[in-house]
């Protein structure tokens, strides 16, 4: 196997997470177009299915070569995080205010830089936590989450921020060896193995533009990986993590424009802060890393 050069780009790094964070708000978005006659089970599981069939062109042109890996207990462990945060972030959708679900899906920024400096030695500044902080009291103004946050179910709102956070970073460890068509493809693969069980007892018939719409989340989806993984390869998760935040921005302008849902004052100036943290995460000069 052929050994990559991890070579950091942080400011490319950025705009890939930013992109990645517009197309993720692009699948939220049609997610609660779907979610009305599609339960959570089938949504996971296209996600991912339609995952796996992105790959096959490459698959039919040059075989399963590109794929080979010696790392697949890491790319195993990338999918328990990521697959466990997805189905924990659907269980604090379905059993906690909305407000309160979405604080957790845009939490797990303040996570990553911890992480990353415990799992992967990388550094972890004053500077760094002020911008994480900034970004998500910014995600609680925009959120404005109620009692609930505080609630027994919640926990399970934790432990996917903390998922998300262990999947961002376990990217970063693998991209010394591992592109992101590689991760993303195994990703999607053992995702998809391993939603289909609970399709055994979720399934239900779908009509065509169910199917179209279903299709979109799995293409957007995995064209977000791609980008999200090419990002982590390229930046420290703790100085790029909190671009991430640049997804509640985004979909609260597709609520506007879509939905006619007008931000209030308290919306405004939390999307402010997201920006500034973002706008520090671009500008702040590459950390310095030691890598196992």
Same mark, same amino acid.
């Given at each position: 196997?052929?050994?990559?050069?991890?070579?950091?780009?942080?400011?490319?790094?950025?705009?890939?997470?930013?992109?990645?964070?517009?197309?993720?708000?692009?699948?939220?978005?049609?997610?609660?177009?779907?979610?009305?006659?599609?339960?959570?089970?089938?949504?996971?599981?296209?996600?991912?299915?339609?995952?796996?069939f992105?790959?096959?062109p490459?698959?039919?042109?040059?075989?399963?070569?590109?794929?080979?890996?010696?790392?697949?207990?890491?790319?195993?462990?990338?999918?328990?995080?990521?697959?466990?945060?997805?189905?924990?972030?659907?269980?604090?959708? /379905?059993?906690? @205010?909305?407000?309160?679900?979405?604080?957790?899906? *845009?939490a !797990?920024? $303040? %996570?990553?830089?911890?992480? #990353? +400096?415990?799992?992967?030695?990388?550094?972890?500044?004053?500077?760094?936590?002020?911008?994480?902080?900034?970004?998500?009291?910014?995600?609680?103004?925009?959120?404005?989450?109620?009692?609930?946050?505080?609630?027994?179910?919640?926990?399970?709102g934790?432990?996917?921020?903390?998922?998300?956070?262990?999947?961002?970073?376990?990217?970063?460890?693998?991209?010394?060896?591992?592109?992101?068509?590689?991760?993303?493809?195994?990703?999607a693969?053992?995702?998809?193995?391993?939603?289909?069980?609970?399709?055994?007892?979720?399934?239900?018939?779908?009509?065509?533009?169910?199917?179209?719409?279903?299709?979109?989340?799995?293409?957007?989806?995995?064209?977000?990986?791609?980008?999200?993984?090419?990002a982590? /390869?390229?930046? @420290?998760?703790?100085?790029?993590?909190p671009?991430? *935040?640049? !997804?509640? $921005? %985004?979909?609260?302008?597709? #609520? +506007?424009y879509?939905?006619?849902?007008?931000?209030?004052?308290?919306s405004?100036?939390?999307?402010?802060?997201?920006?500034?943290?973002?706008?520090?995460?671009?500008?702040?000069?590459?950390?310095?890393?030691?890598?196992?």
């Amino acid at each position: 196997m052929v050994e990559l050069v991890r070579q950091d780009n942080p400011r490319h790094g950025a705009l890939l997470l930013a992109l990645s964070a517009l197309l993720f708000a692009v699948m939220g978005v049609l997610i609660r177009e779907v979610s009305s006659g599609v339960n959570n089970e089938t949504v996971v599981f296209f996600r991912n299915l339609v995952g796996v069939f992105f790959f096959l062109p490459v698959m039919l042109i040059k075989g399963f070569a590109p794929f080979r890996t010696r790392r697949l207990t890491s790319h195993f462990l990338r999918t328990f995080y990521g697959l466990g945060a997805m189905y924990c972030f659907f269980y604090a959708i /379905a059993h906690l @205010p909305l407000a309160d679900a979405m604080v957790f899906t *845009y939490a !797990a920024p $303040v %996570f990553t830089p911890l992480l #990353a +400096w415990w799992w992967l030695r990388e550094s972890l500044t004053p500077r760094i936590v002020g911008m994480v902080l900034i970004g998500f009291v910014g995600v609680l103004l925009v959120a404005k989450p109620s009692g609930a946050l505080f609630e027994p179910k919640a926990f399970a709102g934790v432990a996917a921020s903390l998922l998300a956070a262990a999947a961002f970073v376990s990217i970063r460890a693998m991209s010394n060896s591992e592109p992101a068509s590689r991760i993303v493809f195994y990703f999607a693969t053992f995702s998809t193995l391993l939603s289909a069980i609970p399709m055994l007892w979720a399934r239900q018939t779908l009509n065509q533009h169910q199917l179209l719409l279903l299709f979109a989340i799995g293409l957007v989806a995995t064209t977000s990986q791609l980008v999200m993984s090419k990002a982590y /390869a390229l930046a @420290p998760p703790g100085k790029i993590g909190p671009l991430s *935040y640049l !997804a509640i $921005v %985004f979909s609260g302008a597709f #609520a +506007w424009y879509l939905w006619g849902e007008v931000p209030g004052w308290s919306s405004w100036l939390g999307a402010a802060l997201i920006f500034v943290a973002s706008l520090l995460s671009i500008t702040l000069p590459a950390a310095r890393a030691k890598t196992t």
